[in-house]
């Protein structure tokens, strides 16, 4: 089973702004990649889907200012269904963006940008602040993983990211959708990635913080379509006031250049089937902190599904068919989701393995 990393990156970019899309029913902007637009400046012109954003950096060249893309997204006719789907592509930057990105000095001399992903989002990234925070982050050299999810929790993640989907109280059971991965240069250690961040502003204290989280990664498809579903996760701080999809066509640790991530079709699933985090006596486990050992509790005799998630959205166990004392064993120390699947209904839970 190939093995699954988080991304320093897409750590770093989880957050929005407050000036958010307003949706209908919390519909996906063309969800289908249908539609289709041209973006730049002069000769420096690059498609994107219409309702999507991509990397891109501002440049000044002689008192002009233009925007140049650093993703590289392209509406390709091999798609799923209909007539377009986007392709996201790991390319090596060229001159000028190279030169752009390293003669920011804050950025310090080790830090290198040879290339990386192509990442698309409904809201555009701020890709200096971006960018400025990797490198400290990199140079303090803390970079665990603990580190990195109490700095998402606790931060105003506004800086980064622009716009999103106004959920107006929709509450999404997840995200699906179909895609075909091809990994570059014979690398096949190399995935995509996509992640759905919900949000809500405080407007007390005027911060904006993560409300809910799904992530997968996605491997080879043998040049075939396949099907996803990402669950989302709402956890125990508040509704979510705004959903962010992004895409990322590699995964730092793995990328490799001419990876190419195709994406098609699509949609919010089961927006009424999941029982928000924690809120559902009925089911629960115990104990919790735990060495390891967790026993399911169920007050009625209707099985239940159950899967183990970890911090960074991999499956990690999962049993169908548990009745009340089915015992689980995680082995690995952090923390987990437990979704459990009654009837029909979801309930999700956070446990800790110490």
Not at 77 to 90: I, K, R, V
Not at 255 to 276: E, F, H, Q, R, V
Not at 280 to 300: E, R
Request: with cysteine; hydrophobic share 35%.
């Amino acid at each position: 089973m190939k093995k699954v990393y988080i991304t320093i990156l897409s750590s770093l970019i989880l957050g929005f702004s407050s000036n958010v899309m307003s949706q209908n029913n919390a519909t996906i902007p063309n969800h289908s990649f249908e539609n289709w637009t041209t973006e730049g400046f002069m000769f420096f012109q690059h498609d994107i889907p219409v309702g999507w954003k991509g990397l891109s950096i501002a440049i000044d060249t002689f008192g002009m200012q233009f925007s140049y893309p650093i993703s590289t997204i392209s509406k390709s006719t091999d798609a799923q269904n209909g007539s377009y789907a986007a392709m996201l592509e790991t390319k090596e930057f060229d001159t000028l963006i190279s030169t752009a990105l390293n003669s920011m000095g804050s950025l310090g001399e080790d830090f290198n940008f040879e290339g990386m992903p192509s990442i698309m989002s409904i809201g555009g990234i701020n890709v200096l602040p971006m960018f400025r925070d990797l490198a400290g982050m990199m140079g303090s050299g803390d970079m665990s993983l603990e580190t990195l999810l109490t700095t998402l929790l606790t931060t105003d993640l506004s800086e980064y990211l622009e716009g999103g989907m106004a959920l107006n109280g929709f509450v999404p059971g997840g995200l699906k959708g179909y895609y075909k991965y091809i990994p570059g240069q014979d690398n096949d250690e190399d995935a995509a990635m996509i992640m759905i961040l919900g949000t809500r502003y405080d407007a007390t204290t005027h911060r904006r913080t993560i409300a809910g989280v799904g992530m997968m990664i996605l491997g080879e498809t043998n040049n075939e379509y396949q099907e996803f579903e990402i669950p989302y996760f709402a956890l125990p701080v508040g509704s979510a006031d705004t959903l962010e999809i992004i895409i990322f066509s590699s995964q730092i640790q793995s990328m490799a250049m001419g990876s190419k991530l195709y994406i098609d079709n699509l949609s919010l699933s089961n927006p009424n089937s999941i029982t928000s985090a924690d809120n559902n006596t009925n089911i629960n486990c115990y104990p919790n902190p735990s060495n390891g050992d967790i026993t399911l509790t169920i007050s009625n005799n209707t099985p239940a599904d159950v899967i183990f998630y970890n911090s960074v959205g991999a499956k990690v166990l999962e049993q169908k068919h548990c009745n009340n004392g089915t015992h689980f064993n995680l082995s690995q120390s952090g923390s987990y989701i437990m979704e459990v699947t009654q009837n029909g209904y979801k309930t999700i839970k956070t446990i800790v393995i110490k």
